[in-house]
């Protein structure tokens, strides 16, 4: 089954700092990765997607990236502020299984 | 928000005690699944289920059981052979199977075993 490594597991970075978090994943049949993210005592919300046959994808301050061939991708923020301060998962699909298979998550925290 | 509602949100059980977690969804979804939270331990697939009648294990389905007799609903039954339940349990609804689009997570349930 799809197997999905996450790090860091935590990262602090200055307000205006750019965050980068990277996932690998194991199966190659995997075709679709969303970002999840976590604030404290709340669900978790998707803020970003990416699809196999996409390389990169990008909306205001996050974007993330695909290596199909090395099978990563990575969660890029820029700018960023206090309330980016939370948990965030990145996760993979197989499509025939439809099988939502999450990273172990990463917090991030954003310091004045 | 998000049409998918987990009740209760907090539990309480006493060892050897099975207990059910309800997890409901109005958004026509046809996947469903749980997930258990553990600090530093990221989301940890239960089960997952892609249509009525129909359901796999996840990663950790050992000591849990489920049913999806209705589209709306998949309860999550935590039994007594279930080693270590205390933790954070989520439920999440994604719209088509084999479709990747966004999942929706209810509020989640802490349980507690006492």
């Known amino acids: 089954g799809e197997n999905v490594e996450q790090h860091p597991s935590t990262l602090s970075v200055q307000e205006g700092d750019s965050a980068v978090i990277k996932c690998t994943y194991s199966d190659s049949a995997s075709n679709y990765f969303p970002w999840y993210k976590q604030e404290l005592g709340k669900r978790p919300q998707l803020i970003i997607d990416?699809?196999?046959?996409?390389g990169e994808k990008k909306d205001q301050r996050i974007a993330v990236t695909l290596n199909k061939t090395a099978k990563h991708f990575s969660l890029h923020i820029t700018e960023t502020q206090p309330e980016d301060s939370a948990v965030y998962f990145c996760a993979a699909v197989t499509g025939t299984a439809s099988k939502l298979t999450f990273g172990t998550g990463t917090r991030l925290q954003v310091t004045l | 928000d998000g049409g998918i509602t987990q009740s209760p949100k907090y539990l309480f059980r006493k060892e050897g005690q099975n207990v059910t977690l309800s997890c409901e969804q109005n958004l026509n979804h046809d996947a469903m699944y749980w997930y258990r939270q553990d600090p530093g331990q990221g989301l940890r697939l239960i089960y997952y289920?892609?249509?009525?009648?129909?359901?796999q294990k996840g990663d950790i389905a050992e000591g849990y059981s489920v049913s999806r007799e209705k589209k709306e609903s998949f309860p999550l039954t935590v039994t007594s052979a279930q080693k270590n339940p205390t933790a954070f349990y989520l439920c999440?609804?994604?719209?088509?199977?084999?479709?990747?689009?966004?999942?929706?997570f209810g509020q989640g349930t802490r349980l507690t075993v006492v």
């Open positions: 999440a609804s994604s719209p088509r199977k084999g479709i990747n689009t966004e999942a929706f």
């Open positions: 990416i699809r196999s046959n996409v």
């Open positions: 289920s892609q249509i009525v009648n129909d359901f």
